[in-house]
């Protein structure tokens, strides 16, 4: 039986297309996979092809020829002269500062809260719990007092969820403070990060009185040696609300002396401020020094400071 002109050039065409994709297979699956796989130690791990990829593409040769060759001819072609070229992101940011999430408001979940002091006035096991909850989902590290509240609580459950989560973070306080502290003591000369970073974040958990008498007092004096180091390296760097984060701490833990020290030096570096005339006001109303609290009262109402709502009160009781 004679072929035609044009089922010869098939048979032709697919003669070489079969030639061409078991030459392909050969030269893939035994020369470079073989060349790759002596070659593998490297300081950059890529992705490479291995012999079951060219089985595949040599099934596909034969069973589309010539496009299939081609297709995969033009896809090497293509990686290796546009795909390959250095990408430049020189002018490109990756900042998260750049992405706003808006998330709707949660109404149900919001107007079912109250406030965990009044869960725990009204003994209403429900609202407890679910305050109790509520806190525990959001930052609870400037609610320690409240949920302080919750350990006296006769519901078990609500207590056991205040206990667990006052202990983690009084935990993680003592072992961040310990860091911190550690990093005191090999900071240079001229570092004072370790000691800003230590009086704002123990100065946030101890006003909450959280700890035991003991505790506090020891954590109170670790808060003032910290101050201490700062005053001593730069002592501009200890900003007013440090101050009297320290005079107010000394003042509750009845240390009255160092308290009033803290004050005066409150005051002689920021004069014109108001917490430096209410600390001292604090201290010698606790301590009953009635003179020394007229005489800064009368300072305070002769000065130029901007006054907030409970000084003013203040000033009208003792006037």
Known sequence: MTLTWEEKIFVLVWIINLIVAVIYFLWG??????????????????????????????????????????????????????????????????????????????????RNIVPIEEAIAVSEKKELRLAMMNMIKGEIRNSLSSVALALNTKDSESS?????????????????????????QEEEEGQSECEEMLLDYMDSILK????????????????????E???????????????????????????????????????????????SYTCRLKLYFTVRKKEAFFQTLDALKRSDVIIDNETLDLIKVFS
């Open 208 to 227: 909450q009185g959280v700890f035991s008498d003991l505790e506090q007092k020891k954590y109170v004096q670790m808060m003032a040696q910290t101050g």
């Open 29 to 110: 699956g035994i020369v470079v996979v073989s060349a790759r796989s002596r070659g593998r130690r490297r300081e950059v791990e890529f992705l490479h092809d291995n012999r079951r990829t060219y089985l595949i593409r040599f099934i596909v040769m034969i069973l589309c020829p010539v496009i299939g060759p081609l297709f995969f001819c033009l896809s090497y072609l293509l990686y290796h002269t546009v795909m390959r070229s250095q990408v430049d992101l020189e002018d490109v940011i990756f900042s998260k500062d750049r992405v706003r999430v808006q998330l709707r408001a949660d109404e149900d979940r919001e």
């Open 160 to 184: 056991h969820y205040a206990a667990s989560v006052l202990s983690d973070e009084l935990n993680e306080f003592r072992m961040n403070v310990q860091k911190l502290y550690r990093g005191i």
């Open 229 to 275: 180091r700062l005053y001593e390296k730069d002592a501009s760097k200890l900003t007013q609300q440090r101050y009297e984060g320290i005079c107010l701490r000394f003042l509750e833990i009845k240390e009255y002396a160092d308290s009033e020290k803290w004050c005066l030096r409150l005051a002689q570096q920021y004069p014109d401020e108001l917490c």
